[in-house]
Structure formats: C-alpha cells, structure tokens
C-alpha cells in the first residue's frame, strides 16, 4: 500500500487527478494479459510439436505447417466476427464460448491420425478461439479506462511478447517428458481451467461491479446500466465503415505485421546461413522479443501524451531501418545490435491502435472496428511468413525479402501520416447519442 | 481534396492500393515459383529418360497460381 501511496503522490496528469490509484480495472487487465498469455502461447509454440508428429506418422514439414497456416487465417478471418460478438453479447460470454472451442479443439488435437482432422481440430478450433482470445478483450479493457487508456494497453500489450517466452520451454518440457498427445491435453486442460478461474473475477463493465472507470471525473458521463441497443450499435457501425480510418488502420496493421513477420521468421535461417549456430540465431529471436516488451509497455503511454499519429510513425519507421543492418550482418555484433534495435520498434507497432481508435471513435462499442484491423494484423503475419520463402527460393538471397520488410514498414509510415487528425471524433459522440430514460 | 478522402470500389485509395499489390504480389511469386518447381520436375524426367503423365501432373496449389497469373 506504500508503494501505491508513493505512485500516487509522484505522477499526477495535467489537471493534479493521480495518474494511478488502486481500481478494479487493473483487476480486468491482469485478467485479460494471462488470458492473451495463456490462449496465444500454444499456437506460438507450434514448431515444438512438428517433430514429433513427423515421427509418429511420417507426415511432412509442409503437411503438419498447413495446419498452422489454416489457423492463421481463420483467425484473421473471424476476428471481425469475434469483435462484433464481444460488443453484442458482452466480453464475458464471448470468452466463455472462446475457452469452451479452445477446450474442444485441444482434446480433439491430441486425438488426430490424420492430416484432414489435424486441419479441422487444431487449424479452425483453435484458430477461432485465437480470435477469441485476441479481440474481443481489447475493447473490453478499453470500456474499464475514461482515462489513462495508455496504462492498462501498455501492460496488455506486453504480455503479447511474454507468453511465448514462458510457454516454449514448458511444452519442450511437457513433449520430453511425455508424448504430445498427452502434452495438447494436459494444456489445453489446464490453460482451459486456468482461463475460466480467470472468467469467473471478470466484468465486463465498470457498472457490473458498481465502480466508475478508471479515470472518471465529476462531470464525465456514465455508463448505461444497460448493454447498449443493437440498433444503436448497427447506427454506430456504419458510422465507422464510412470513415477511411476504419479501413485504412487495417491496411496500416497488414503493413506493420508484414514488416515484423519477415524478420520473425526469416532471421534465423538468414543467421545461420551467414554462419551462426542455430542457438545463437535463436537467440536473437529472444533479445527481439524481450527488447519489444518494454517498447509495448511505454508505446500507448507515450502516444497518449505525445501524439497518436506522430508515435506511432516514429516506431514505424524505427521498425524499418534497423533492418539496412542486415544488409551488411556477417558479424555476430551487427545481427545482436540489430535485435536490440528492431525490438524497440517491433514492440510499439501495435501498441497505439486502441489509442487511435478512442481518438477517432470514442466511446462506442469496438470490436468491429478492432477485429478488421486485427484481420488485417493477422494476413500481415501470414502474408509476411509466408514471401520470403518464394523470394529465397527464386533469387537465393535474403536481399529482397529485407527490402520487403523496409518498404512495408515505411509503407505503412507514410499511411500514418496520411490519417486523419485525432483532434476530434470523426462519428457522431457514441456518449451524447444517449438512449430515452425509460430505456435506460 | 486530399488523398484520404479519394475512393475506389467505395473503399480508401490506401487501402486497396495496399490489398491490390498484395494480393498481385502473391499470385506472381506463388505462380513464379510453381512454374520453377513443374520446370524442375520435367527436367528430372528427362535426365531420367522416362516420359510418364506424372511428368506433366501439377499440385492443386500450383495450378490454382498458374490459373491466377495471366504473366505465367
């Protein structure tokens, strides 16, 4: 309780209100960071199970990664439906149904014998339930914030760079200890009870739990008691669609997740081609990933205080050219000097959007418009994983796929700045469009 | 007016720009490198001497891009 009394006397915002106080909402933020934890590790441990399956059934490197790939895009592709479903039935519903398809699509994983089941079990079970995990929470942690949105993103979006750190080595542990039948369902088991504990403590608004949001001050408006009325939330969305923002954050994501899924993937074979050892180069992945976490923490903040637009192209273009170095990496400072300074900017791609998207929209329900740039993230990742295969195997160097990588960065840069001004909303208020008393 | 508010097929300039270069970018490597790939196999047959049907048989994902592509 000190520590919390020293943090509220230190760090007050413009108006003297402390910029941190003990509130329910950092509840739901924990609650929300060990969900996207918990729920996007496995996935991103894929590679762990592609040798054991290789030797238990002879299926190849290219048959047992199409399941990984058709996970991707049904992620991508449902994400815009998961986010519509969060703002219809409430955050809290939508996990449930999402633990509930994690379950079924783990158990029924480890019970695969052939490539069509692993497709459907593993590539569109969990694919949805990633969607799930991934959408729906972001504009549930935004209903908690009035203020100082920056603070609860920036510890949400950090805990994207830890769950892969912490689960590959426990799945490693769980594969050598036991096969990996065992291993999908002694995870999806417990990653399933450890989430619906978590479901349990959750509110999906302030009001449920009889608190104000975080931030609110004498005079701001209060939430409905009431979920908002659909009709309303088909109002508000097509407000949304006919802004070019709605659409061009999306191709703005696509670009970003292009720019970083190039290098995710591609630099540790490039690594070993000039001449490292496959720990070493695996271990640039993990300096990338452990220099992003603290770009993720401090991104949202910073682009509440400086700038939306003007943050966000600065790590945009701090994104693209740490990548020149690669031009001229035949030495293992050049690849680690590299990591380092990519990390900054790969962590603080994503990391401004919900701040972007309560500039421009406010308050209204946003699971749509976060879901279709989440689609857009999501084909970036694919797209970008997916080039510098083609590129390599056609021109025999890395060169290009690099130059991929910088221009979608700066691509992306330019789109930024090619934004509309966060000045003002650019719907109607979501806040001043209040449904009549009687219904309220 | 400026090129945020300039409009194609009622979406933003940007973002079909982005989703046209993409999506063009995929169908020609994809079929550049499904053409490599058929190429190859032919010329293993041949140095093998043997003309089979399996020769000219393509995967569905290579037929799929050489279809899409009008520059392969």
Redesign the interface.
Known sequence: MQIVSILRSKFRDSSGYPYFYTHYAWVIVTIIAVMQMVGTSVRMSFGLFIEPLESEYGWTQNTISVAYAIASIVTAISAPVAGWVGDRYGAKATMSFGTIIFFVGMILTGTVTSPWQFYLYFGVFTGVAQAIFLVPLIPAAMIWFRRHLGLGMGIIMSSWGFGPALAAPLIGFLLEALNWRDAFWILGTSASIVMALLIVLFRDRPIDRGVLPYGHREGDPVLEKTRPRPEKMREYGTYMRKT?AF??M??IH??GC?GHAVVLIYIVPFAVHQGLSLVMAAAILTVMSAVSVISRLFVPVLSENLGARTVMAVFYFLQAMPVLLLFWAHELWILYSFAILFGIGYGGETGVFPILNRKYFGHAPMGTAWGVQMMGAG?GMA?GG??GG??F??FGTYDLVWWISIISSL?GMI?IM???STKELIIPDWESNRAPPSEA | M????VRLLG??L??VV??LV?LS??VF??A??AD?RIEARKGIVSEQNTATVASEEKEVWESLFLFSCPLH
Request: aromatic share 16%; hydrophobic share 55%.
């Open positions: 070019a659409w061009n999306s191709s696509f670009l292009v084909l797209f997916w080039i083609p590129i195997d056609i691509g789109s090619l934004l509309e | 400026q090129v945020k508010d979406l933003p940007q973002f982005v989703a993409s970018l995929t490597l994809g550049w490198v490599d």
